[in-house]
């Protein structure tokens, strides 16, 4: 402990990394708040578990897709994905090492005993309850909460009393979902995929697959196999979905993938926000995520989604942790339309994630706002893909990043613009800092323009502080430093003011990160 | 030799074929052999390949055919430089050098440690030297005030590959140009720059050729403490082309600046890649590069800076990328990458690509210039800017030849 060579009073300094001047001490503090050990959700839950044969073989597929009592057009799905997947190698491209993964030490369907859909919320078993609870996601509370104050009558109504609807998905299945009878009423339909297979057959055959292909990569054409559970939400022409929808992803079981399928519909002028958060107990041993998210939206209709990713990302020897390997993708597929990510990432072991848009329908438009913070040994590579194929399609892109410990932080993103896409524009901005001399931050833009008329900006801002707002700040009587301290302060806040009121909590303490000092 | 020739590429393609008999009918030679070896590992390169996604020679280069235009007159003066010339089977030179010039043609090939990096740098390597032409030619730079150096790559054949090795002893100062005027299926030539201590290198390189041929220019540089490199290119694209230039700061206070422009006419593709580490403290890049792409052309930048661990503190490192597509039908692919492993650094990348700006053209016009003279003013000042850091001997060349070809 004396490693100092001084008195116990510089015990709590061993082993702090050197931090150059000018980057924010709060920002060194934010980071360190999400370090491993201060990991609040990394509890387990013991419950009797239901699991699939250890390993992926076609008889797992047949098992999973027997437990959620398929249709047979699904189990054929699943089994051609299945078949299409023996054949592709896992990608390598990415910035990430990780171990080789054996595919057959998981186990690919992992359910409560107790059944997977309860009637009610009170038939949900009590442990599961409480994890929620110590998440922070009151299931019991807010169903009783409405019953209390009454019903809300109309679409308006409830617009004016801001709620959240949840889907909790416990391993492979979603074990409730909130606010379902009200939601109904305004016609929007949210509930667990595998039930909407059973009640909206056509909707689910039309729309499954058709942003994310069943062989479009290794690890979606894997979670087209053996995907479980997840959410489907399909937002009638016209409704203005009255309140946020979440589902909340828990994985508990050891040993255990999850490979759960989003998908989400906004007909034509619809609108709806999505909230996604995730996390994960502490296991000693890897976790695999793959997920698939696919969102469609028609005409005049807007998706926003946003994710809270925070699976436990390992310790700080880089034991344990999430593989999350992700693929989000959606489809701007009518004239007008305009679909937004929003992704706080400071979970998992190793990311593998480009949630990208399609921009097919003219004048349509995609957002990317990202912020990425890794420590410890996490490694993520993420970032997004913006695809102009439409009329006047137009595309932004904030990415920050913010790599501490022996972490390695890569923002990734491909900006295209295909002939037919009249007066195309895109607009990205990504910043990285390092906190510490044993990180990495980099950065790999692809930009591939085929229009004369389109404008595409990639900038490092760091460079580029606008002497207008300096100005104005100095104008005022600010001092330059803090004029400048204010200024670059703001970018976090880019990406923080697009997310959804319900993950202020969470957003707080990224709230306090700035980008001073960061490295381009 | 224990592979059978035709063993060492996976499924060849007809020019992958006739490199593979150039190389049989090599000399023995370890170093060659090595260096092929790490050529036949891919082949040509393709566009499966991530640093050749968008320059795909295989493709391209289906075979080694001479092409129909002749190598295009070489614009840069000769006047007042020693004049080296290479074509496809020959080697020319001036008879004499003043001190503080040594210059010697190996028949052996001189080993390549960037063979894994650079494909058609191995190639080149590997299949350079014939009876008339050095495997490699080294020169060792002791002095200042030396008389420029012009090399000229040039002829009529189906393939040429020529390898040039340069040492500049402390605080030796040279100029160095270089004309790649085509006429040949595919040319190939591989640059080598050594920087000791405080020495400085201008390097100003023209590329121009017919639109049948392929062409490869690799170079490295390695810097150490305080040199200074300035390199300026002017490329004009061929069927397929890649102009890749891999540096290494090796000690403190190394400084380069890497401008390049490139102009890509209907059928051309040009390609300018880079890659610059920052091994030692306190190393400043600039790198400018601009381009003009028409319809039916092709531009390409990568660029990357790789800063690693302690070892690249306090680099001050800026790479910026600007195109204009001044037709519907051009196409542009950039990849500005940044990798970064040290702290306390300043690196800024940008890339802008799109059409003239609108109010630049209405002002220009509404002082009475014509519309078309006003994009071309526009077009000009805006490539020009990556041509001003080229040596004062040929900067007025350059900049003339881009103007006819934007006024063209």
Redesign the interface.
Known sequence: MDCCGGTTEHDEDCGEVQ??DSIDAKTVDAAKALESENYSAGFSTTIETDFAPKGLSEETIRYISAAKNEPEWLLEWRLKAYERWLTMEEPT?A?VRYPKIDYQAYYYYAAPKAGAKYASIDDVPKEILETYEKLGIPLREAEVLLGVEGAVETAAEAREKPRVAVDAVFDSVSVATTFRAELKKAGVIFMSISEAVHEYPDLVKKYLGSVVPQSDNFFATLNSAVFSDGTFVYIPKGVRCPMELSTYFRMNAENTGQFERTLIIADEAAHVSYLEGCTAPVRDENQLHAAVVELVALDDAEIKYSTVQNWWPGDEDGNGGIFNFVTKRGDCRGDRSKISWTQVETGSAVTWKYPSCILRGDDSVGEFYSIAVTNGRQQADTGTKMIHLGKRTKSRIISKGISAGRSNNTYRGLVSVN?KADKARNFTQCD?L???????????????????????????T??KLSDDQLFYARQRGIPEEDAVALLVNGFVRDVLQHLPMEFAVEAQSLLKVSLEGS?? | MTTALRDFIRNPTAAELELVARYGMQPEDARRERAFLAFAETGLPHRRMEAWKWSDFRASLKSLDRPKQAAIPDPLPHDGALVFRFTPSGFAYPKTLPSGISMLAKREVQAFSSAEDLPLGALTAALAGSDSKPATLLFEISGRDLPRLHFVFEGAGEASFSRVVFLLRPNAELVVTESHLGGVGMASALSEFTLEAGAKLTRTIYQRSGPEDAIGIASTLTLDAGAAVTQTTLAFGAKVSRLETRVVHRQPGAHLTLNAAYLAGKGFHADITSHVRHGAPECVTRQLTKGAVLDGGTGVFQGKFLVPRITGQHTDADMQHQVLLLEDGAQVFAKPELEIYADDVQCAHGNTSGALDDAQLFYLRQRGIPERQARGMLTEAFIAEALETADETVRDVMLAEAQDWLAS
């Open positions: 931090v150059k491209w910035m002939r990285s390092l906190i510490g001399q044993n990180c990495g931050a980099h950065t790999i833009p692809y930009v591939e323009n085929r229009r004369a008329d389109a404008q595409l900006e990639h900038e490092a760091t460079t490295v381009g």
